[in-house]
């Protein structure tokens, strides 16, 4: 089985070296200003974007730029000149969305790789071979496809590559073509500012000036009903103690899919999280690594790397399109789940082999005699928190969440890439 890549989330050049440690083959990053995390973006400078590139190829890995905002007249001009700059700098590829732009580019920078972003939503085998013929190398297909849908578009463009989302969150609306930001919180999702208003918890009130005696928690199940088609399911009309989520989707999670989608003819694999924690960088990187290299082997995926995802804070898992049987997206009755497992208590940040402690950056709290997980790329320790020493060198029984240079007793060198999880 040909070994396809793993793409992941690189928010800011921390997430970046930590993406290439646990497993990720390249990944992508948002051009200043002109990506769909335009707000959130860690690489916020030219220079910043130098330093991701030649970090991925000092170490053999590749670094995707994510130019895919859906510009208005008043950012196309500075918008092209911009990518100038950036073509410079050799990324592995141009992420891009936009028609107008995806012609500039090939016609100023011939050389410059394009891949068509997730935002153009590509969802048939026309759609992608006019893409192929305007010079694009790889399709990152919409996430309402279906595997029949893919394995169609591989055997009728057999020549284009093809990237999926296999985790993280999903749009209510077609891969971010959604008003509802600008509409609610004045803020275009399509040129980077997503408020995730569809996400937001929301109350039912009998005032336009609520009061809190207005509000009544729901008493009873309700149901929503499409009245043009009576044929049609009723869906659940949700509410927990945080609210009403009725366009909240559950997070994808294609793990147990992933045979399937090479068979498909997909060749990348990309994970959804540039906002996300380094926890959740690492865990879900790993995990997917791991799970590409047994199918590579020809073993089925160890359930080792399918359980250590369960260790997450999400929305609840759903296969997406991928399954057989499909399954409606939203609306579902859970609107998120904590993780009861571990929690990050700290980033080390260094070894001293000499007085064997690692020196930390608290995220947390880490209490003496706390059972405490040594994540790391390969692998992954069970320790007890002893040895403790603060910011100021001296012994104590608790460290708190921002401190620095703080130190623990670990008899090993838990290497550069390494989180302490609490375990509960």
Known sequence: MNKPELVA???????????????????????????LRARDNGFKT?????????????????????????????KVETFSRSLADFAALHPDALIMSDPGIIRYVRETFPDIEIH?????????WMTTKFWKDMGIKRVILSRELGMDEIATIHEKVSDVELEVFVHGSVCMAYSGRCMLSNYMAYRDSNQGLCANACRFNYKLYASNTPQEEDYKTLDRKYYIKNTQNPDDEL?????????????????????????????????????????????????????????????????????HHVENLQ??????????????????PQNFETTRVTSNVAHVAAIVRGYQENEKKAILSIKGTIRKGDRLEVLRPEKSEVIQAEGLLNHKGLPAEKLSSGLENCSIDMSFDPGEYCLLLNLH
Do not use: W
């Not at 974007?49 to 890995?61: A, F, P, S, T, W």
């Not at 260790?311 to 409606?328: I, Q």
């Open 235 to 303: 869906m659940l009309m949700d509410e927990d103690e945080y609210g009403t989520y009725i366009l909240n989707s559950k997070d994808i999670c294609g793990i147990e899919s992933l045979e399937k989608l090479i068979k498909s003819g997909v060749c990348s694999f990309k994970i959804e999280g540039r906002t996300r924690s380094l926890y959740y960088l690492s865990v879900v990187a790993r995990s997917y690594h791991g799970a590409i290299n047994d199918l590579t082997m020809g073993q089925p995926i160890d359930e």
């Open 311 to 328: 260790k997450l804070d999400s929305r609840g898992y759903m296969p997406g399109f991928y399954a057989e049987k499909r399954v409606n």
């Open 46 to 74: 030219l220079d910043d974007i130098k330093k991701g590139i030649d970090y991925c190829h000092e170490r053999g890995k590749r670094f995707f730029l994510t130019s895919n905002i859906i510009p208005h007249n008043n």
């Open 116 to 124: 068509l972003s997730v935002q153009a939503n590509c969802t048939n």
């Open 9 to 35: 989330p690189a928010g800011n050049m921390e997430k970046l070296k930590y993406a290439l440690a646990f497993g990720a083959d390249a990944v992508y990053a948002g051009q200043p200003r002109f990506s």
